[in-house]
């Protein structure tokens, strides 16, 4: 209940991404930065198993201020904007879903918060969509419309 994606409306080519990552990591601080984001990972985890769900929305901001240092093509002004307009709105936390430039942010806001964000985003004409979690993995339907005569 506490999720939210956000379509940024940006496309992104991944694989660029990817390849500017692995050249920089031969840098040692780009291998601190690394093990840093392999310890909140772990750390994530351990909130989300202990039901401390807003520790976990703040280890996602700390993750994706992390995630950044990977490569200068992982966001944006454009994509810090709506980051940090997301947090004004009550997130605690998000990333971009993929390797980053764009897609889909993931936002974790308190539930009695969200729909305050929910609708701060859509004034700013995003494109929102909320989604639960099952035990039977990925699913999706096409839906066509019956036209009668």
Not at 107 to 132: C, G, H, Q, R, W
Request: charge should be positive; include cysteine; charged fraction near 30%.
């Amino acid at each position: 209940d506490s999720l939210l994606l956000c379509y940024t409306g940006i496309n992104h080519n991944s694989a660029n991404i990817h390849d500017d990552q692995k050249e920089n990591m031969n840098n040692e601080k780009q291998k601190e930065y690394a093990q840093t984001t392999k310890d909140i990972a772990l750390e994530m985890k351990s909130r989300l198993l202990k039901g401390h769900l807003d520790d976990f929305g703040e280890l996602l901001h700390k993750a994706w201020c992390t995630k950044k240092h990977f490569s200068s093509k992982i966001t944006s002004d454009y994509l810090d904007e709506i980051y940090e307009y997301a947090l004004s709105h009550g997130a605690l936390g998000g990333k971009l879903l993929g390797a980053g430039g764009g897609g889909y942010f993931l936002f974790y806001v308190p539930t009695f918060k969200k729909l305050d964000l929910m609708n701060a985003l859509t004034e700013k004409k995003f494109n929102i969509s909320t989604f639960t979690f099952d035990k039977i993995g990925l699913r999706s339907w096409i839906t066509r419309e019956r036209r009668t005569k």
